[in-house]
T-cell receptor, first 113, second 114 residues
């Protein structure tokens, strides 16, 4: 089955700096890579996703890159703000007839004002 | 509805008691997923449904866990004879299709087994 590794587990940045979270996956059949943000005590919410036919996707301060050959993908947050503080999860999904989303272990991002 | 609705928000059970959690997916979503999130934040996949049919149950500890999605009723996850290690937040999520649609999560049910 799919295995998703995520690094770092914790990340502290100064407000205004950039944050980068990296994930690797094992199953070459995976073709959908969502990122979720989970604030303390709340539900995970999708912030951006990328499909395997695209190498990069950007939405305002958030961007995701995908390297299918190396089987890794990354989340980039620019101009970080205190409200970006949360736990971020990467995930990988293979369709192949059905969707099973495998999550990374999470990165706790702290943005220091 | 427009959100995945999970009830109850909190559930406390003594070890050995039964726990039952409920989930109403977003209207029009055919797929329902249950995940268990323990203290280390990791999401463990439990089971998924396509409408009322079990789609993938590879994550279910079958001896004590069961789940159903019946027509015109909320989906349910039941744990018989709870153990301390079942303490976790249980998230339900729904998606519209299998075409890599995003998962929409409910707010979770925090189960505490004492």
């Amino acid at each position: 089955g799919e295995n998703v590794e995520q690094h770092p587990s914790t990340l502290s940045v100064q407000e205004g700096d950039s944050a980068v979270i990296k994930c690797t996956y094992s199953d070459s059949a995976s073709n959908y890579f969502p990122w979720y943000k989970q604030e303390l005590g709340k539900r995970p919410q999708l912030i951006i996703d990328i499909r395997s036919n695209v190498g990069e996707k950007k939405d305002q301060r958030i961007a995701v890159t995908l390297n299918k050959t190396a089987k890794h993908f990354s989340l980039h947050i620019t101009e970080t703000q205190p409200e970006d503080s949360a736990v971020y999860f990467c995930a990988a999904s293979d369709s192949g007839g059905y969707q099973k989303v495998t999550f990374g272990t999470g990165t706790k991002l702290q943005v220091i004002p | 509805g427009e959100e995945v609705a999970q009830t109850p928000k909190h559930l406390v059970r003594g070890e050995g008691q039964k726990a039952k959690l409920y989930c109403a997916p977003i209207k029009g979503h055919s797929y329902v997923f249950w995940y268990q999130q323990v203290l280390k934040n990791e999401f463990k996949f439990l089971i998924s449904f396509q409408n009322e049919n079990v789609f993938d149950e590879t994550g279910m500890p079958k001896e004590r866990f069961s789940a159903k999605c019946l027509p015109n009723s909320p989906c349910s996850l039941e744990i018989q004879a709870t153990k301390l290690e079942d303490s976790a937040v249980y998230f339900c999520a729904s998606s519209q299709s299998l075409d890599n649609s995003p998962l929409h999560f409910g707010n979770g049910t925090r189960l505490t087994v004492t």
